[in-house]
């Protein structure tokens, strides 16, 4: 017997990727919606009632209104949108938070999709954390680079008519409110609000988030080889994690940088895991001055967002 499946918003760039992920899966019925009544409510709310499994592809207020729609006690939800990230009674599909979320994920009945920015400082900080390696009111920064199709229709056309006149690194969020903070603070286990300075690049998709630690004044400080062992033990932990650590390099160090025909997961290149699910973590450090950077490299369609929502539909399906 397989699983209904209803992809709410399947038109947008998240729910056209998940449709060519689960594409020729024999478990999986798709139920699909007419195009011209992609807008109907009372299709939609029909559609959404007779699934096993509805995802959400849609705007935050949009993700909303579709819950509502839903009766059936037995529909279980993911919700890709931003809506019910920090929202009781719906479990963060983060898998590799730790071996409870797999199992919160695995039995839930709405699950919400975690963000493409916070993933990677969450992957990184939330086992420094429950190590006890930093105290939970450690101010840390987060900044890096994204494609641009993580600003959504919008920003994907404006910078496909801009061309190779479109801005090359182009920072954001520069009020410190981003929609993110609440869900990047509670899942790293931190209660200092990071500094999160993102910024957006000239290429499509992948992203490159930059974590820094002071550690300086700590009663312990721990050295650059504590902090990659826990984080390595953490997700060596993990069964079918989509986070690699990579080795730990000397200070001041960077992996080698991919080439056209070879692309190097390995390399700080924003996108070097793009169309896959896969995350690399990077250590680097200097001991002598208790400072730490944390740098996670993914794809934002992908582990940040399409990706997630298919590793976490399979965690639901068992």
Request: glycine content about 10%.
């Amino acid at each position: 017997m397989t699983t209904t499946l209803f992809i709410d918003g399947e038109a947008g760039t998240t729910g056209l990727q998940i449709r060519e992920r689960l594409a020729g899966r024999e478990n999986l019925t798709l139920l699909e919606i007419d195009t011209d009544r992609r807008k109907d409510t009372d299709e939609r709310q029909r559609l959404l009632n007779a699934a096993d499994i509805a995802i959400l592809c849609l705007p935050d207020a949009a993700a909303v209104d579709s819950v509502r729609l839903i009766q059936n006690p037995d529909t279980r939800v993911i919700d890709a949108s931003s809506a019910h990230r920090t929202s009781e009674g719906w479990t963060y599909g983060f898998p590799e938070i730790g071996l409870s979320q797999r199992e919160a994920i695995r039995v839930a009945k709405r699950v919400t999709n975690p963000g493409c920015w916070p993933q990677g400082t969450i992957a990184g900080v939330r086992p420094l954390v429950d190590a006890g390696l930093i105290p939970v009111e450690l101010p840390v920064g987060v900044h890096g680079v994204s494609g641009y199709s993580g600003g959504g229709r919008a920003m994907i056309a404006e910078h496909e008519r801009a061309g190779e006149a479109a801005s090359r690194f182009a920072p954001y969020a520069l009020t410190f409110a981003h929609k993110h903070l609440p869900e990047l603070q509670r899942y790293t286990g931190l209660t200092a609000r990071p500094l999160f300075a993102p910024a957006v690049g000239h290429f499509a998709q992948g992203m490159l988030v930059v974590t820094t630690l002071q550690l300086a004044g700590l009663p312990d400080v721990p050295s650059v080889a504590r902090l990659h062992e826990a984080i390595a033990d953490h997700h060596a932990g993990i069964p079918d994690s989509a986070i690699d650590v990579a080795p730990l390099a000397e200070a001041g160090s960077t992996p080698p940088a991919p080439n056209a025909h070879a692309p190097n997961p390995q390399a700080l290149d924003p996108q070097a895991h793009n169309d896959s699910n896969r995350m690399t973590l990077h250590v680097f450090g200097n001991d002598e001055h208790a400072q730490a950077v944390l740098i996670a490299v993914y794809d934002n369609l992908g582990k940040g967002a399409s990706g997630a929502a298919v590793q976490n539909l399979d965690l639901m399906l068992g």
